[in-house]
């Protein structure tokens, strides 16, 4: 499988777990990219494809500055997306639970209104809880993996 993970961050905690999924999905053998959202726009999504989204939390439960531009194509252009899958492993404080993974969650509604098909669920990693981010991404894309594997089977 060919995938891109496009990552949202203020701190670069992120692409630490991007990167991290990266070399699983590589040991595993798929062909991954991983892209800070910096500069991208919805040209991104152009051809179709599997896409995950990492993603921080920033501010009063906004996406990261590097995430703007591209969140807000997809909110105000609102492309047809029908060829996209995606997965969302999302990043918070519940110390802030009125807005806790709120970029990752914005993201989803976002690429959902626009067509595009989630796998599997989002995760919502707490930086509160003591887990290591970098560990639950690992776990969880092993799950997406096996989800988007029979997604594909189901959808065929």
């Not at 892209?35 to 920033?58: C, K, P, R």
């Not at 439960?61 to 531009?69: L, S």
């Not at 492993?89 to 690429?111: E, H, I, P, Q, R």
Request: aromatic share 8%; proline share 2%; glycine share 10%.
């Amino acid at each position: 499988m060919e995938l891109k993970i496009l990552v949202g961050t203020m701190t670069g905690t992120a692409e630490m777990v991007a990167e991290e999924m990266s070399d699983t999905l590589a040991e595993l053998g798929h062909s991954v990219d991983v892209e800070a959202m910096d500069d991208l726009d919805i040209s991104i999504f152009d051809g179709g494809g599997d896409f995950l989204i990492v993603t921080s939390t920033y501010g009063q439960g906004d996406v990261p500055d590097n995430a703007m531009t591209l969140y807000n194509g997809l909110t105000e252009r609102k492309p047809d997306l029908n060829d996209i899958r995606y997965g969302v492993f999302s990043m918070g404080d519940m110390t802030y639970s009125d807005t806790f993974n709120y970029g990752g969650k914005k993201f989803d509604k976002a690429l959902q209104d626009c067509g595009a098909r989630r796998v599997g669920e989002i995760f919502c990693h707490d930086a509160s809880s003591g887990s290591i981010p970098e560990d639950d991404g690992v776990d969880w894309v092993k799950d997406w993996i096996r989800n988007h594997k029979d997604d594909r089977v189901l959808a065929a």
